[in-house]
């Protein structure tokens, strides 16, 4: 068993670049799907306290978008794409030629369209941590949730027995291209699945 709060700089460094390319393959994935320019700013990369979590995102009652995937494979866990919905409103309205600054009900298609958002993101950065790992990581159907970050937190709380108490965080802010969007990618892996990704990349831990 690898323990989190014992991971070096250099360990911390590898999950790090890690965060960095697969948000970067999925702001790649996200210019495509709105056919418009994407830039990302370097992304912030945590590991934290899954209980910090919500504090993050804005504290437990601040309304988001969350897309949960199950993860297994090589890898078991869970992997989150979350947007306050502020956010959520800006990519749906660009998505469907709106005026940018629209805000409404979600309608179907724009949950659908939100799914699919975040299916693609989320996939995206899976697939690029498969890569770099050569680790086979199966995502499942994605789950949409509309409701306060707190109660989107508690589905993976409540799967606790399966994942560990840790997260890597990944903050990514889309810009220039589009307006200010910001979206946050959390890998919940179980404790062995660190210290896998670590071995895959060569570090002893």
């Known amino acids: 068993m690898v323990d989190i709060d014992k991971l070096n700089h250099l360990h911390?460094?590898?999950?790090?670049?890690?965060g960095n390319i697969g948000a970067?393959?999925?702001?790649?994935?996200?210019?495509?799907?709105?056919?418009?320019?994407?830039?990302?700013?370097?992304?912030?990369?945590?590991?934290l306290e899954f209980k910090n979590l919500a504090d993050i995102l804005g504290g437990p009652e601040n309304p988001v978008v969350g897309v949960l995937l199950d993860v297994s494979g090589e890898?078991?866990?869970?992997?989150?794409?979350?947007?306050?919905?502020?956010s959520a409103h800006t990519l749906v309205n660009i998505?469907?030629?709106?005026?940018i600054h629209h805000i409404s009900e979600?309608?179907?298609?724009?949950?659908?369209?939100?799914?699919?958002?975040?299916?693609?993101?989320?996939?995206s950065y899976l697939?690029?941590?498969?890569?770099?790992?050569?680790?086979?990581i199966v995502p499942s159907i994605p789950h949409l949730a509309f409701d306060m970050a707190g109660a989107i937190l508690s589905v993976p709380a409540i799967e606790f027995g399966k994942v560990g108490d840790r997260v890597l965080l990944i903050e990514t802010e889309f810009a220039e291209g589009i307006d200010r969007v910001v979206g946050y990618f959390i890998l919940i892996?179980?404790?062995?699945?660190?210290?896998k990704i670590l071995s895959s990349l060569g570090v002893s831990v």
């Open 95 to 99: 998505l469907m030629e709106r005026d």
């Open 127 to 136: 697939s690029s941590l498969s890569a770099l790992t050569r680790l086979m």
């Open 189 to 195: 892996p179980d404790i062995k699945s660190f210290k």
């Open 24 to 47: 970067g393959n999925a702001t790649t994935a996200l210019s495509k799907l709105i056919n418009k320019k994407v830039d990302m700013k370097v992304p912030k990369v945590n590991i």
């Open 75 to 86: 890898i078991e866990g869970m992997m989150m794409f979350v947007l306050e919905q502020r």
């Open 106 to 123: 979600f309608s179907e298609m724009d949950i659908s369209a939100l799914n699919e958002i975040g299916n693609i993101l989320a996939s």
């Open 12 to 18: 911390l460094d590898i999950l790090k670049e890690i």
